[in-house]
């Protein structure tokens, strides 16, 4: 079974940050695209980030462009998603997701993660 982790969600503040990580335990995502997606409460889920096998080419939603940031370290087998100046918008669970037909139009992604949240409150 392909099982993605994720952690580091949280309760924070508007304009704090936030990093979040996924770890696939028991197999390799090496050769993947990797995705983040979040769904808030009564929306549909949004593909909020994708990256390249390679780490050479990213992909963002412009609701979080230029305040989030995704990477991924291939020998560690993990994702990361450092997220700066959270906005109450923000708020909802976060996914990590992959699969071997991933695209960075956020289709065809066949693992997920169980979701971690975030939320974004003063």
């Known amino acids: 079974q392909m099982q993605l982790l994720e952690s580091g969600g949280g309760l924070v503040q508007p304009g704090d940050s936030l990093r979040l990580s996924c770890a696939a335990v028991?197999?390799?995502?090496?050769?993947?695209?990797m995705g983040w997606f979040r769904q808030a409460p009564g929306k549909e889920r949004e593909f909020v980030a994708g990256?390249?096998?390679?780490?050479?080419?990213?992909i963002y939603a412009d609701s979080v462009k230029g305040r989030f940031t995704i990477s991924r370290s291939n020998s560690n087998n993990t994702m990361s998603l450092q997220m700066d100046s959270l906005k109450p918008e923000d708020t909802a669970v976060y996914y990590c997701?992959?699969?071997?037909?991933?695209?960075?139009?956020?289709?065809?992604?066949?693992?997920w993660g169980q979701g971690t949240q975030v939320t974004v409150a003063s």
């Open positions: 028991g197999w390799s995502f090496n050769n993947y695209v």
């Open positions: 997701a992959t699969g071997p037909a991933a695209t960075f139009a956020g289709t065809d992604y066949d693992y």
């Open positions: 990256i390249s096998r390679n780490s050479f080419s990213t």
